[in-house]
């Protein structure tokens, strides 16, 4: 289950991709803009300050993030973006760190760009951190006899999750788009006694936390702490650098 507090608890490192993508998106007066899984709407309302006269759709699956959206005057629904399609006035899709929950969101981007009108544009960020330490770390731990049969269902996410910047650029330009894609590894630079720990914990760990009781939960992080630490060592003035890979694509259609 998503929890917008945990997810907010480090909005400033986790907004700075989507300003980065946003820059690249060159609508100038779009008619609707819509951000596909838009989360606790926290940066939705960004579009609507860029953007005033345009109408902002959002739509998340979490029932929790969608609520936590309202509240700060998001008119989001709960809805599927596997699903979703374009309504006829739409100039801009956006999507920040979501399409990658769907395996064949690349055939979705391209099917996006085949529904949109020309001149339009999608936008899209996904994480490219499922090689890192920490998903290494708790990978290891998932796989400890204590745990194991408890998180079996569990799809761990390593290595194919995301594809290169090229991958996805040769897929939208084959569907008739002007593309701009990157990759960037922010080094963020956390504090608090366990800062790997706590960003995982709103994101890599959900499905963990849902399946353990709360004793099971806090033993399986005590396991985790050690490796964390070992990965990534605080510094003597108590920073803790912590690499993220991040994957861009921007998309005109033509």
């Excluded at 979501?98 to 020309?118: D, F, I, Q, S, T």
């Excluded at 745990?147 to 996410?157: E, G, H, M, N, Q």
Aim: one cysteine or more.
């Amino acid at each position: 289950m998503w929890d917008p507090d945990v997810y907010l608890a480090f909005a400033d490192q986790r907004a700075r991709p989507f300003y980065d993508l946003l820059a690249r998106v060159g609508a100038e007066h779009p008619r609707r803009v819509v951000d596909l899984g838009c989360g606790p709407g926290n940066l939705t309302v960004e579009l609507a300050r860029r953007w005033p006269d345009a109408t902002i759709e959002a739509l998340d699956n979490s029932l929790e993030m969608v609520a936590a959206a309202r509240e700060r005057g998001v008119d989001a629904t709960v809805g599927d973006l596997r699903t979703w399609t374009p309504q006829p006035d739409t100039d801009v899709v956006l999507s920040n760190s979501a399409v990658h929950w769907v395996p064949e969101h690349a055939e979705l981007m391209v099917r996006w760009a085949g529904e949109l009108a020309p001149g339009s544009w999608i936008g899209v960020q996904v994480p490219g951190a499922f090689d890192s330490p920490s998903h290494a770390a708790v990978r290891a731990v998932a796989r400890r006899e204590a745990w194991a049969k408890k998180l079996s269902d569990i799809p761990f996410r390593v290595g194919t999750v995301v594809d290169t910047p090229m991958h996805y650029a040769e897929q939208l330009i084959d569907a008739g788009c002007t593309v701009d894609a990157w990759e960037t590894t922010y080094l963020h630079q956390l504090r608090g006694e366990h800062p790997v720990l706590d960003w995982i914990s709103g994101t890599a760990l959900l499905a963990v936390r849902e399946r353990l009781s709360e004793e099971d939960w806090q033993q399986f992080r005590a396991e985790l702490i050690p490796l964390l630490a070992d990965a990534y060592p605080p510094r003597p003035d108590g920073t803790t650098f912590f690499p993220f890979r991040r994957i861009f694509v921007v998309a005109q259609v033509n």
